[in-house]
């Protein structure tokens, strides 16, 4: 592992990704914020030695080098599932590509349904825990000593200093921003009625398919690390419509200029 990191790493600081601060992943239907990015140098994940291929249509899949708000950025547009066939080796890869090119902190967005009825689509959940429902754990591979320590502490995976800033910044700028867990499935199916109303009695407020592993990889490599969900869709187990993918990633596009704002702001002031 530690030589194909190495292998990677080389390739893009040949590319011209030199010494990125800050990594960001960017979630499914949420991609405007290249917009705001000074692109320096843009790479198709299928040209990177060693990297996943994003298989899901809505995600681009090419790693971004840039600069936002005078800092230095790596951008993930695109991410990787369990649900595509990949290892959870695999889905965390780019986390220690991004920590191994010099990247200092690291913002996660995704989309989420909302399993706390308080919560409506189109607004904005910051993760302050999580639960891992995905079968199984990135750093369960023989070796994984040599990264980081073996037993990775996750009494506070969520870096609490960028979460108050975040929150204070969604004040300031009059963004509704819930707190909660999100709880993460493998997929690629929605949950049921019934799978709703456990995610409820267990204590989640988001579910969605992704973000935990790179959480719990950006943790064992002592990476700070927040995380934002847009919320996409309201599961309602007593009123549960057939999903309708088209409209969750346009609700995604609809909700992420509020994103955005959040990212932005905190990337100026670290």
Same mark, same amino acid.
């Given at each position: 592992?530690?030589?194909?990191?190495?292998?990677?790493?080389?390739?893009?600081?040949?590319?011209?990704?030199? *010494?990125?601060?800050?990594?960001?992943? /960017?979630?499914?239907?949420? =991609?405007? %914020?290249?917009?705001?990015? #000074?692109? +320096?140098?843009?790479?198709?994940?299928?040209?990177?030695?060693?990297?996943?291929?994003?298989?899901?249509?809505?995600?681009?899949?090419?790693?971004?080098?840039?600069?936002?708000?005078?800092?230095?950025?790596?951008?993930?547009?695109?991410?990787?599932?369990?649900?595509?066939?990949?290892?959870?080796?695999?889905?965390?890869?780019?986390?220690?590509?991004?920590?191994?090119?010099?990247?200092?902190?690291?913002?996660?967005? *995704?989309?989420?349904?909302?399993?706390? /009825?308080?919560?409506?689509? =189109?607004? %904005?959940?910051?993760?302050? #825990?999580? +639960?891992?429902?995905?079968?199984?754990?990135?750093?369960?591979?023989?070796?994984?000593?040599?990264?980081?320590?073996?037993?990775?502490?996750?009494?506070?995976?969520?870096?609490?200093?960028?979460?108050?800033?975040?929150?204070?910044?969604?004040?300031?700028?009059?963004?509704?921003?819930?707190?909660?867990?999100?709880?993460?499935?493998?997929?690629?199916?929605?949950?049921?009625?019934?799978?709703?109303?456990?995610?409820?009695?267990?204590?989640?407020?988001?579910?969605?398919?992704?973000?935990?592993?790179?959480?719990?990889?950006?943790?064992?490599?002592?990476?700070?690390?927040?995380?934002?969900?847009?919320?996409?869709?309201?599961?309602?187990?007593?009123?549960?419509?057939?999903?309708?993918?088209?409209?969750?990633?346009?609700?995604?596009?609809?909700?992420?200029?509020?994103?955005?704002?959040?990212?932005?702001?905190?990337?100026?002031?670290?």
């Amino acid at each position: 592992m530690i030589k194909i990191i190495q292998e990677t790493t080389e390739y893009l600081q040949n590319k011209g990704f030199d *010494n990125p601060e800050i990594g960001i992943i /960017l979630g499914t239907g949420l =991609g405007q %914020l290249l917009n705001s990015i #000074d692109i +320096i140098k843009e790479v198709s994940y299928n040209h990177i030695p060693n990297f996943p291929t994003a298989t899901v249509e809505f995600h681009t899949g090419k790693l971004i080098y840039g600069t936002l708000e005078g800092k230095k950025v790596v951008v993930m547009q695109g991410r990787f599932h369990l649900y595509e066939g990949y290892s959870l080796t695999d889905v965390t890869f780019p986390v220690r590509i991004m920590h191994a090119l010099g990247v200092k902190k690291l913002l996660v967005s *995704n989309a989420a349904g909302a399993v706390n /009825l308080n919560f409506k689509k =189109g607004e %904005l959940m910051l993760i302050d #825990d999580h +639960i891992n429902l995905q079968g199984g754990s990135p750093l369960a591979f023989k070796g994984v000593e040599k990264l980081g320590e073996r037993f990775t502490d996750m009494s506070a995976p969520y870096d609490a200093t960028m979460n108050a800033s975040l929150e204070k910044i969604a004040t300031t700028n009059g963004i509704n921003l819930h707190k909660g867990v999100y709880a993460s499935v493998v997929g690629p199916q929605l949950e049921t009625r019934a799978e709703y109303r456990y995610l409820k009695i267990i204590g989640a407020d988001a579910v969605g398919m992704s973000t935990v592993p790179e959480i719990i990889v950006a943790n064992h490599l002592k990476l700070p690390v927040s995380a934002v969900s847009v919320l996409t869709d309201e599961c309602d187990p007593d009123n549960l419509a057939p999903v309708n993918i088209p409209e969750i990633i346009a609700m995604a596009g609809k909700a992420e200029p509020n994103m955005i704002t959040l990212f932005t702001e905190l990337i100026k002031n670290i």
